[in-house]
C-alpha cells in the first residue's frame, strides 16, 4: 500500500483494500470470459491472447500478500555505545512511556562528561543537545551488517566427549545470520514453536508489543516469520531435513501459505495434536483443545514408522500395533435386519475366561431367547446398551476360523453378556501375522495371541491425542519441578517435542536440531531423552532472546530499571528459565541443588533426578564493531563461532595460540604460516580432526596449504581481519 494510502483513517485504509481486491478479481474473470470468446471466434487469436495472459498472470502475486514491514529493528541493551551507532533515546528511568522511537546517530562521544552528541537518522540538521550515554540504546536495522560473537556464559558436562548442546542468549534473525555460516546445510531437524500472535502482548515487533487491534499485526508477524523461515531454510540439508514449527488457530491459515511460497520444493503436512483436553471455552465457539503442527519435508526426508499411530487409542502392554477390532458393528444401518446371518449368539465360559463357541446365524424371525446354551456358559449377541439388535462384523464361519486361530478373543468375560466385549485381527493384521511380518511371542489362557508381538511400525495418524502431550501437565507441571517459582507461559509438553522429532530423527543418532524461539528449552531436553533411549550423539542448538513477560516489564520498569541492568537482564527468558532449565535437566538438581522431584514417564520412565549424561553450554549473541576491537578480544568472540563449525565437541581453541598454529580435537587453526610444517605434523596425528583454519590474505598460500591437509579433512580459509569472515550484510532486508 502506498505512503499515502497508509496515512489515511483505519476505515479508509480497509475499504482501499477491499475495493483493490474487488476490482482486481473483476478483471481476472471478465478478460478469461474474453478470452473465451475470442477462442469460440477465432481459435488462433483465442490461444495467443490466452498465452500472453498466462504468462502475465503468473507475474502477479496470487496466495499470500502481506506488508514487508522493512527494516525490522532490535535494541541491544547491553552493547555499549560508539561513536556512529544508531541508536534511540530512552525515556528517563521509572517512566512506563514509550519513549522516543526516532532514529539518532552517535556522531561524538564525550567521555569526561558521559554524554553524546546525536544527530537525527536521515535528517543529519536536525541535532539534538547532549544526551546522557546512560539514556541510549543501540538499535540494530536489520538491513545493517553485523559482526557477531559468542561469549560463554557457563557450562554444565557430564556427557564425556559427546557434542555439546548449545542455548544462545540473542535476537534469533541475528543469531540464524551467524550460524549460516557455522552450520549452512548440516542441520537435520528445526523444531520452532513462535509466539502465536495472539493479540495478548505475546511478542514484540520493532521492539514494541503487538496487540489485538493493531492493523498490521497479522502482516507484521508474517513479515517476521518470513525473514527467519528464509534463513532456516539456509541452514537445512536440502537433502534429507525436517522443519516443524507449531502454531494455533490464530495464524495456521497464513503460515499455511508463507510456507507453500516459501518452500515450494518441499512437503508440508500438518497435524492436529491435543494439548488440553478439557478444552478452553469460548462463548458460542467449540470448546479448544488443539494445536496445529506443520511438517516440511526437504529432499528424501520421510516419516519414520513407530509402534505408535499417535490417536492414544488404548493399547495393551505389548500389544503395540496390534489393533483388536470390537465385532459389534456400531454404525446406524448395521441393525440386524440389514444383513441375514450376522445376528447370532457367541457362548462365553465365564469360569475358563474365553470364547466356548460360536452359534448359527439366527432369521430375522426368530427371537434370541430360544437359542439354546451350552452348559456354565452364557450368550452374547449384537446388542447395543438401549437394547437394539444389530450385527456382528463377520458371519459365524468367518468368526469361527479366527478364533481357532487365536485371532478373535473376549474382554472382561466375567463381567456377564451385556458387557463383555468380542474382538478379532482385522485382515490386515492377520495378514502381517501369517507373512510373519508380525511376530507373536504366545497366547493366552482363551488362546488369543498376546504378549510381546515383535512391534509393528505403523504410519502415525494426522490427529495426535495422547495423555502425555498435555501442555499442562507434561508442560508448565514438568517444568515447575525442573525450575520451581520460575514462571514461563505456555512451554509445550517435553514428550510431545520428544515424539514429533522421534519421526524425523530415530534413524540419525548423530542428528544437528535448532529451535530458534527455544523459550523454556524443551527442545533441547526432548533431544537429551532420545539420545538417552538409544545411545544417540544428537545436539541441539537453542536460541531465545531475553525478554522478560510483558507485566513483568511494567514492574521492572516502574522499579526505574531497564533492559541491559542487570537485575532486569537476570530475570530475563534466556538467563533465568532456559539456561536453569536445560541445566536442571542435566544435573538432576533444581537451581537450588535440590534432586528434581518426580519421574520421567511415558516412552522412558526414570527418576528426573538422574539427570542426563549430556553437555551443554550458555552463549550470549554479541556484535562486535570491526574497528574498534583488538586482534584478541576479536578472536575470543568468534572462537565459539569456529568451534560449532567444527561439531561443538572436544576442546575449543580460546586463544590466539602463541605457537602460531593450534590442533584442538576436532579442528586446527594456523595463524602463521611459516609454522605450516608443525601444524600440518600434529594435524595429521588427530583423529578426529574435521576441519582448518587457516588465517591468511593469500590465496594461493591458502590453496597450496589445503593441499597437503589430511584426507577428508575440510580446509577453511580465514582473513588476517577475522570480523571480516563474519561479516553479515544483509541482501534483502531493505
Ligand atoms: C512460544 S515461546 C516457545 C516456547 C517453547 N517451545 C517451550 O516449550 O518452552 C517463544 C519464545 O521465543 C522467544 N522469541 C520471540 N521472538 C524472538 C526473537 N526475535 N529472537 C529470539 N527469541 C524470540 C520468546 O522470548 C519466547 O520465549
Not at 499515502?4 to 476490482?23: G, M, N, V
Not at 557455522?182 to 500472535?197: L, M, S
Not at 495423555?467 to 509445550?492: D, E, M, V, Y
Amino acid at each position: 500500500m502506498c505512503r499515502s494510502i497508509r496515512r489515511r483513517p483505519l476505515q479508509f485504509q480497509k475499504e482501499y483494500a477491499t475495493l483493490k481486491k474487488h476490482i482486481y478479481g473483476e478483471l481476472m474473470s471478465r478478460l478469461t470470459d474474453l478470452i473465451a470468446k475470442a477462442k469460440a471466434n477465432d481459435p488462433q487469436l483465442g490461444a495467443d491472447v490466452e498465452r500472453e495472459f498466462r504468462a502475465l498472470s503468473s507475474r502477479l502475486s496470487f496466495g499470500l500478500n502481506f506488508e514487508r514491514h522493512r527494516p525490522e529493528a532490535v535494541e541491544l541493551p547491553q552493547r555499549p555505545v560508539r561513536r556512529g551507532d544508531k541508536v534511540r533515546v530512552l525515556p528517563p528511568r521509572g517512566s512506563p512511556a514509550k519513549g522516543d522511537q526516532r532514529l539518532w546517530q552517535v556522531k561524538a562521544i564525550r567521555k569526561a562528561k558521559k554524554t553524546v552528541d546525536l544527530e537525527l537518522l536521515d535528517q543529519p540538521k536536525a541535532e539534538m543537545p547532549s544526551v546522557s550515554l546512560d539514556d541510549l540504546v543501540v538499535v540494530a536495522e536489520f538491513r545493517d551488517t553485523i559482526y557477531p560473537g559468542l561469549v560463554s556464559t557457563g557450562k554444565v558436562s557430564r556427557g564425556g566427549d559427546k557434542p555439546w548442546h548449545t542455548v544462545i542468549n540473542g535476537e534469533n534473525y541475528h543469531a540464524l545470520k551467524a550460524a549460516t555460516w557455522t552450520h549452512r546445510g548440516k542441520v537435520d531437524a528445526i523444531y520452532i514453536d513462535p509466539p502465536y500472535n495472539t493479540g495478548a502482548k505475546d511478542w514484540k515487533y520493532n521492539n514494541d508489543y503487538v496487540e489485538g487491534e493493531d492493523l498490521y499485526r497479522h502482516s507484521k508477524w508474517l513479515a517476521m516469520m518470513e525473514r527467519r523461515l528464509l534463513l532456516a531454510k539456509e541452514l537445512l540439508n536440502p537433502a534429507d531435513s525436517v522443519l516443524i514449527v507449531s502454531i494455533d488457530e490464530k495464524e495456521y491459515l497464513r503460515l499455511g501459505l508463507l510456507l507453500e511460497q516459501g518452500f515450494p520444493e518441499a512437503r508440508i503436512q500438518m497435524v492436529s495434536s491435543v494439548i488440553k483436553p478439557e478444552g478452553t471455552n469460548r462463548m458460542g465457539e467449540f470448546s479448544r483443545t488443539n494445536e496445529y503442527l506443520y511438517f516440511v519435508l526437504f529432499g528424501t526426508a520421510r516419516v519414520t514408522p513407530t509402534s505408535d499411530d499417535m490417536t492414544g487409542r488404548e493399547q495393551a502392554d505389548g500389544e503395540q500395533g496390534v489393533e483388536w477390532r470390537n465385532l459389534r458393528r456400531r454404525e446406524n444401518t448395521s441393525i440386524r435386519t440389514a444383513r441375514p446371518n450376522q445376528f447370532y449368539a457367541v457362548f462365553i465360559d465365564p469360569e475358563k475366561g474365553s470364547i466356548h463357541s460360536v452359534g448359527e446365524a439366527l432369521a430375522p424371525d426368530v427371537d434370541k431367547v430360544s437359542v439354546v446354551i451350552p452348559d456354565g456358559c452364557y450368550a452374547v449377541f449384537p446388542v447395543k446398551p438401549d437394547d437394539t439388535e444389530m450385527l456382528w462384523g463377520l458371519t459365524p464361519d468367518a468368526l469361527r476360523k479366527l478364533l481357532k486361530q487365536g485371532f478373535a478373543r473376549v474382554r472382561r468375560p466375567e463381567s456377564g453378556p451385556s458387557k463383555a466385549v468380542i474382538q478379532y485381527l482385522a485382515s490386515g493384521t492377520v495378514k502381517a501375522i501369517l507373512s510373519g511380518a508380525v511376530k507373536i511371542s504366545g497366547r493366552d489362557p482363551q488362546g488369543a495371541i498376546q504378549g510381546a508381538f515383535d512391534r509393528v511400525a505403523v504410519m502415525p495418524k494426522t490427529t495426535w491425542n495422547k495423555g502425555s502431550h498435555n501442555a499442562q501437565t507434561a508442560g508448565t507441571l514438568l517444568l515447575t519441578a525442573l525450575i520451581p517459582n520460575r514462571r514461563f507461559p505456555f512451554p509445550k509438553s517435553l514428550y510431545a517435542v520428544e515424539d514429533a522429532l522421534r519421526f524425523f530423527v530415530a534413524n540419525k543418532p548423530k542428528a544437528i536440531v535448532c529451535d530458534f524461539f527455544s523459550g523454556s528449552g524443551t527442545t533441547a531436553h526432548a533431544v537429551m531423552r532420545l539420545n538417552k533411549q538409544d545411545g544417540g550423539r544428537r545436539q541441539c542448538i537453542s536460541v531465545t532472546n531475553n525478554e522478560v513477560a510483558a507485566d513483568e516489564q511494567k514492574a521492572l520498569r516502574e522499579k526505574g530499571l531497564r533492559p541491559g541492568d542487570t537485575e532486569w537482564e537476570r530475570l530475563g527468558i534466556c538467563d533465568y528459565i532456559t539456561k536453569p532449565r536445560v541445566q536442571a535437566a542435566i544435573t538432576g538438581k533444581t537451581p537450588d541443588g535440590q534432586p528434581i522431584k518426580g519421574d520421567y514417564k511415558f516412552t522412558d520412565e526414570f527418576p528426573m533426578s538422574d539427570g542426563f549424561e549430556e553437555n551443554a553450554e550458555f552463549f550470549t549473541l554479541t556484535y562486535e564493531t570491526p574497528l574498534a576491537v583488538n586482534y584478541q578480544t576479536a578472536f575470543a568472540r568468534i572462537a565459539p563461532l569456529l568451534w560449532l563449525r567444527a561439531g561443538s565437541v572436544g576442546r575449543r581453541i580460546e586463544k590466539l595460540p602463541a605457537a602460531g598454529w593450534d590442533v584442538a580435537d576436532a579442528y586446527g587453526l594456523l595463524v602463521e604460516l611459516d609454522k605450516a610444517a608443525d601444524f600440518l605434523k600434529a594435524a595429521r596425528k588427530a583423529e578426529a580432526l574435521r576441519i582448518t583454519y587457516i588465517v591468511t590474505d593469500d590465496d594461493r598460500r591458502f590453496q597450496a596449504l589445503a593441499r597437503r591437509l589430511p584426507d577428508g579433512v575440510e580446509a577453511i580459509r580465514l582473513y588476517e581481519s577475522y570480523l571480516t569472515n563474519f561479516a553479515f550484510a544483509n541482501g534483502d532486508d531493505t
